[in-house]
């Protein structure tokens, strides 16, 4: 089955300051990859996802970007970080038809 | 737009017994359902996956029913513990998309 690796596990960095998240998958080749969000009190939102290297979909605008340079990596970005994108962000992995796995997250705090 | 809603959203229930978590959704045209498991700070730990085609799937004492037609999706833990306190996620894929709709969760606390 497969594995998914988020790090770091827990972020603080100050209004203005870039940002890089990185997830790796194991155990798959060619997968889908999503970036979530679940901000507190709310579900979880779909940010981004990536059907292979260098296609990234956009769900909703935002301050954030995302990046595959590789098959099994997926990259979270920001230029400069704002204090709406503080947040629990999680990778997860899939096939277009298969269950989706998730990775255990990054707790996201900006001040 | 699909909306996916889960009733209760929490619940408190003593060791042992059987229990009832809800999801409903409002576009039928649905690939999969997935429920998902969430404990305090963590990630999603997958727990069934249903097509659209099947009308439950069991592991161990877990049981998830699908009625597409409706709208609904049931989640029955038989004989709870105090280890399956979480908060548990429903979600659906919709045919002709790749990502899933989330419901708000349901916050599961057992007692002992």
């Known amino acids: 089955s497969q594995t998914i690796h988020q790090w770091p596990a827990t972020l603080v960095q100050p209004v203005g300051s870039p940002l890089s998240l990185e997830c790796t998958v194991e155990?798959?080749?060619?997968?889908?990859l999503y970036w979530y969000r679940q901000a507190a009190g709310r579900g979880l939102q779909l940010l981004f996802y990536s059907v292979g290297i260098g296609q990234i979909s956009s769900e909703v605008p935002q301050n954030l970007s995302a990046s595959r340079p590789q098959d099994r990596q997926f990259i979270l970005s920001s230029k400069k970080l704002l204090l709406s994108d503080s947040g629990f962000y999680l990778c997860?992995?899939?096939?277009?038809?298969?269950?989706?796995?998730f990775g255990p997250g990054t707790r996201l705090t900006v001040l | 737009k699909q909306e996916v809603t889960q009733i209760p959203a929490a619940l408190s229930v003593p060791e042992g017994e059987n229990l009832v978590l809800n999801c409903s959704f409002t576009d039928s045209a649905i690939y999969n359902l997935q429920w998902f498991r969430q404990d305090p700070g963590k990630g999603l730990t997958s727990l069934l996956l249903i097509q659209s085609s099947q009308r439950e799937q069991t592991s161990g004492r877990l049981n998830a029913s699908l009625d597409k037609s409706s709208g609904r999706s049931t989640l029955y833990i038989a004989a709870s513990q105090p280890g399956d306190s979480a908060t548990y996620l429903c979600a659906v894929r919709n045919t002709g998309r790749r990502a899933l709709t989330f419901g708000s969760g349901t916050r599961l606390q057992v007692q002992p």
């Open positions: 997860a992995s899939g096939g277009a038809i298969n269950e989706q796995f």
């Open positions: 155990g798959t080749s060619n997968p889908n």
